[in-house]
């Protein structure tokens, strides 16, 4: 799990709620993911930047919403738009494309289990 | 478009035996290779990767996959299994030369090792 950590670990959410999870990396990497693991289905893509400041939508990005404002800190916020929102969030973080860093490794955290009551 | 496929959702084998989990891909152009592996509500750990170079790479805890550009597989082996490799992997690409810039993941094998 490295230099990348989440919290909370476990999260419950009721009907109606926004909650935010919490990622945080002292990787100095300039790239952040967000992704969402059902069982069966893989990992899917919700958000990702390349840069503070900056960040682009991705697969399944309708229901969520994140901020870039520090390069150590990418926060996910589930809101109450996305309809099945139980799911386990993981976080990863890398060196950015533009620092040439197109083949590195993502490196990920140790994941938010996010149940909805 | 980037796709990864990973026929089988279970895998059983002996401790000892040898293990393979497979993994082939479709991407444009020439391909970064990953696994992962997944431990019960842990994250995703690093296995190994293929950037160029030797087709067959070596990993952590005794893992190596071999590039197989004719067939577009990137198949994971250990020649001895043990009860501890039990876990979930993942292979995951993403192009070389251009295309998005995120990973693409399998579904995930489960691999059972049986004592």
């Known amino acids: 799990d490295g230099g990348i950590t989440q919290s909370p670990k476990y999260l419950f959410r009721k009907e109606g709620q926004n909650v935010t999870l919490s990622c945080e990396q002292n990787l100095n990497h300039d790239a952040m993911y967000w992704y969402r693991q059902d069982p069966g289905q893989g990992l899917r893509l919700i958000y990702y930047s390349q840069i503070v400041n900056d960040f682009q939508k991705g697969d399944i990005a309708e229901g969520y919403s994140v901020s870039r404002e520090k390069k150590e800190s990418f926060p996910l916020t589930v809101t109450s738009a996305q309809k099945n929102p139980t799911a386990f969030y993981l976080c990863?973080?890398?060196?950015?494309?533009?620092?040439?860093?197109?083949?590195?490794?993502?490196?990920f955290g140790p994941g938010t289990r996010l149940t909805v009551l | 478009a980037q796709s990864v496929a990973q026929p089988e959702d279970q895998v059983n084998v002996a401790e000892g035996n040898p293990l393979t989990v497979k993994c082939t891909y479709s991407?444009?152009?020439?391909?970064?290779l990953f696994w992962y592996v997944q431990y019960p509500n842990r994250g995703l750990q690093f296995l190994l990767k293929?950037?160029?170079?030797?087709?067959l790479v070596k990993g952590s805890y005794g893992f190596e996959a071999e590039f197989n550009k004719s067939q577009t597989s990137f198949h994971l082996k250990k020649p001895s299994a043990l009860v501890s490799d039990s876990a979930l992997y993942f292979c995951a690409v993403k192009g070389a030369e251009g295309g998005a810039n995120n990973l693409f993941f399998g579904t995930g094998t489960r691999l059972t090792v049986i004592p």
């Open positions: 990863a973080s890398k060196q950015a494309e533009w620092r040439g860093g197109r083949s590195d490794t993502q490196y």
């Open positions: 991407v444009s152009g020439n391909p970064y």
């Open positions: 293929y950037i160029t170079g030797d087709n």
